[in-house]
């Protein structure tokens, strides 16, 4: 009974009989077996032979190497951003078809054991690995126009024309130009303040429209960083130009003479609100060599004199750096009214409360007069926020 039940359908067959529908079942089996594996080995051969043929195509098409040779066709620029590592850059030529392969480019940055530098570089396209290394690793100089903290639009112009650009373009890229041409939406009355102080290569092909655009995209930059909102970019940046004239380098003095100003144009001035800032007549007359100003200048209506008009300038007097600007939106907590260099020689700055606190200390200042000046008598009116007040 069991037997029978083990066998299933094949219970009521004879013994031979059931031999021959093993046998059969058997060879379709192997038939099957043979078929997988026949369909296997055909898929093998068949996926290397593909493998074969579309390598060879490849190699076909890029050719047996994987670099371009000489030192390239037409020229291009190549910004390389800070914190941008040698793979990343490498790729970046690829993306810009100034080489071919990246590999053969790192390989020839490690061999040299350089470090690339964040710039802008002038390159070309289709360049050897060698010759796009070279050019990175030892970039051509190109001319530069260098801004200083504290350098007037004026001046500006001036190192833009020595640079190398046309005179007539530095005047029509910059005179009756306002931040708003160049995209910085604020109300400034031109650009002076707006160029930001650092160091701008002339690349081939530049005009001088870019490079101020440039200037004032760092601008831009700056007061986004510094979280400066536009509609109050051109208070904060006049506040820095004063402060950055008047004062040294000094984080903590700037701060301080920031808070003079503001004191002045507050309730509580002692000036009648003027800010009686010799930097802002000198930005109409020119600097004087022993850095004072002439009751005669100090009288000027110009509404850029300080002496004359109450608050704050139309606008800046120079390009501040960031320093100032950091004075200009932190200044320090205190009543001062007054600030003169004491010794501008060394930027020694006293603070005073009172005027008659601060002609003390003017006294100092003249003194250094004198010994500048070999016993001049009359050194004019005071630098530092109005020392004669």
């Known amino acids: 009974m069991d037997e029978m039940e083990d066998l299933g359908d094949d219970a009521f067959l004879t013994r031979s009989e059931l031999r021959e529908r093993r046998r059969r079942r058997m060879m379709r089996r192997r038939r099957t077996t043979t078929i997988v594996v026949g369909a296997l080995l055909v898929l093998g051969i068949g996926g290397i032979a593909a493998v074969s043929v579309t390598t060879g195509a490849v190699q076909e098409i890029l ?168 509609d109050e970019a051109h208070e904060v940046l006049t506040l820095a130009s004063l402060v950055e004239i008047e004062s040294p380098a000094d984080p903590e003095v700037r701060r301080k003479v920031a808070r003079v100003f503001l004191n002045r144009t507050g309730d509580d001035s002692e000036t009648n609100g003027l800010l009686q800032s010799d930097a802002t007549v000198a930005y109409i007359h020119g600097a004087r060599s022993d850095l004072t100003t002439t009751a005669e200048e100090r009288a000027d209506d110009n509404p850029y004199n300080t002496y004359k008009h109450p608050g704050f300038p139309p606008g800046p007097v120079n390009s501040p750096g960031r320093s100032a600007v950091d004075a200009a939106l932190d200044p320090a907590d205190g009543d001062w009214q007054f600030f003169v260099a004491v010794d501008p020689d060394t930027g020694e700055t006293r603070f005073a409360d009172t005027y008659e606190e601060h002609l003390e200390n003017v006294e100092e200042y003249r003194e250094w007069l004198r010994d500048r000046s070999a016993g001049d008598d009359d050194p004019g009116g005071g630098t530092g926020g109005g020392q004669d007040g």
């Open 63 to 230: 050719g047996r190497s994987d670099d371009y040779e000489g030192d390239g066709k037409d020229p291009v620029l190549v910004e390389v951003l800070p914190g941008t590592s040698t793979t990343q850059i490498a790729n970046q030529l690829v993306d810009e078809d100034v080489i071919k392969s990246s590999r053969p480019f790192i390989k020839e940055i490690e061999q040299r054991e350089a470090s690339l530098q964040a710039r802008t570089y002038s390159m070309r396209t289709q360049m050897s690995a060698e010759a796009a290394a070279e050019a990175m690793v030892n970039p051509e100089t190109a001319p530069q126009v260098v801004i200083p903290e504290g350098l007037a639009l004026q001046a500006i112009q001036a190192r833009m024309i020595e640079a190398g650009m046309a005179d007539d373009d530095v005047l029509t890229a910059i005179e009756d130009r306002t931040p708003s041409d160049y995209g910085l939406d604020v109300d400034a009355p031109n650009l002076e303040g707006y160029l930001f102080p650092a160091t701008y290569d002339v690349r081939p092909g530049a005009t001088a429209e870019s490079v101020v655009q440039e200037m004032v995209d760092r601008t831009k930059r700056e007061l986004d960083d510094a979280g400066v909102p536009l």
